[in-house]
C-alpha cells in the first residue's frame, strides 16, 4: 500500500494547535483553525492514522513511500510515524461545513485572476512582524450584476495604506454548470464508498 503523495503541501497549514494531517481511510484531513482543506485519497488506506509536518519532510525524498502496520505501530519507508497522545483531539471537521440552507450567496471567481490580486497585495504587507496580523486581511464584498456578480475586494496594512477593487466574476451560467459538474462528482464518490462498505 502506498502514501498518496498529494497530501505533502496540506504540511503548509499546519500549526502547533493542529500539528498532524488526519488520513482517513479515503481522505486527508488539514487544518489550523483558519483553514481546513479535506483531499480525497487517490490510494485509500486500510487504518487511519495521523502524520505530521517533521514526518512528511523525511518522506519526501523517495519517489513512492510504502505504508504498512505492525501491531498498532504505522511504518512508512521503515519510519515510524509517531501518533499524538491521547490528549489530542482533532476536530469534528465535518460539523465546520454549514448547512445548505445557511448559504447567503454562491460565486465563482476565476483562481488565476484571485491569486494575481493576492500576490499583488503581498507587496504592499508590512513585514516587520513574522505573525499574522488582522489588519492585514482581504475582505471580499458581493454584488449582484445581470448574470453574474461583482466582487469588490479591500485591503489595510498596518502603514494604513487602503487598497481597493473589483474582480469580475464569472457568470451564473459557468457557475451552473461547475455546480452540476460537482454534483455529479460528488455523488459518485459517495456511490463508490457505499459499494466499499458492503
Not at 487511519?48 to 512528511?56: A, D, G, L, P, T
Not at 460565486?107 to 513574522?130: D, S
Not at 481597493?164 to 460537482?182: A, C, F, H, P, Q
Amino acid at each position: 500500500m502506498l502514501l498518496d503523495k498529494r497530501i505533502f503541501p496540506l504540511r503548509n497549514i499546519l500549526n502547533s494547535q493542529y500539528p498532524f494531517i488526519k488520513i482517513e481511510k479515503d481522505k486527508a484531513i488539514a487544518t489550523n483553525g483558519n483553514i481546513l482543506i479535506e483531499l480525497p485519497l487517490n490510494m485509500p488506506v486500510e487504518k487511519e492514522f495521523y502524520i505530521s509536518k517533521e514526518q512528511i519532510k523525511q518522506l519526501t525524498a523517495g519517489n513512492e513511500h510504502l505504508i504498512r502496520y505492525e501491531d498498532d505501530k504505522v511504518i512508512i519507508d521503515n519510519i515510524i510515524i509517531e501518533q499524538p497522545d491521547s490528549n489530542f483531539k482533532f476536530p469534528d471537521y465535518k460539523k465546520v461545513y454549514p448547512p445548505d440552507k445557511d448559504m447567503i450567496l454562491r460565486v465563482a471567481v476565476n483562481f488565476e485572476l484571485l491569486e494575481k490580486v493576492i500576490n499583488i497585495l503581498k507587496g504592499y504587507l508590512n513585514k516587520k512582524k513574522k505573525k499574522y496580523h488582522p489588519i492585514q486581511s482581504l475582505v471580499f464584498s458581493f454584488y449582484n450584476c445581470g448574470d453574474g456578480a461583482i466582487v469588490q475586494f479591500e485591503f489595510l496594512n498596518e502603514d494604513s495604506e487602503y487598497i481597493n477593487g473589483l474582480l469580475m466574476s464569472l457568470r451564473n451560467s459557468y457557475l451552473d454548470k461547475v455546480t452540476e459538474w460537482i454534483k455529479i462528482v460528488k455523488e459518485h464518490s459517495e456511490t463508490t464508498n457505499n459499494e466499499d462498505k458492503k
